[in-house]
Nanobody
């Protein structure tokens, strides 16, 4: 088990940008497949983006592809989610997640065994 610390959420307007960050406390980010999920009120948690241990395999949900970018910074030991052209439907609690077992980026939340506490992103219209 690794403790994930995610941060960077806030209240923004439609069209704005925001960057979320995640750091595995006491461990190295390159040891994990890292993912971002989100959960809006009344909805199930959904996959947003994921990046493999070596950064080569990257996967995005169709709803964010072309607007969001996931980055792995080994020097800073962080994974960030750059969110551009934000829409009200992007409003949710965003969770950082780490998968210590698999080899490829999964979109299934049950494949991730470590989770951050979540950070709220609210996009006003």
């Amino acid at each position: 088990q690794v403790q994930l610390v995610d941060s960077g959420g806030g209240l923004v307007q439609t069209g704005d940008s925001l960057i979320l960050s995640c750091t595995p406390s006491g461990d190295t980010v390159s040891n994990y497949i890292m993912g971002w999920f989100r959960q809006a009120p009344g909805k199930e948690r959904e996959f947003v983006a994921g990046i493999s241990r070596n950064g080569v395999n990257i996967n995005y949900a169709g709803s964010v592809k072309g607007r969001f970018n996931i980055h792995r910074d080994a020097a800073r030991n962080t994974v960030s989610l750059e969110m551009n052209s934000l829409k009200p439907e992007d409003t949710a609690v965003y969770y950082c997640a780490a998968d210590s077992n698999n080899y490829f980026v999964s979109r299934r939340s049950e494949d991730y065994d470590n989770w951050g506490q979540g950070t709220q992103v609210t996009v006003s219209s």
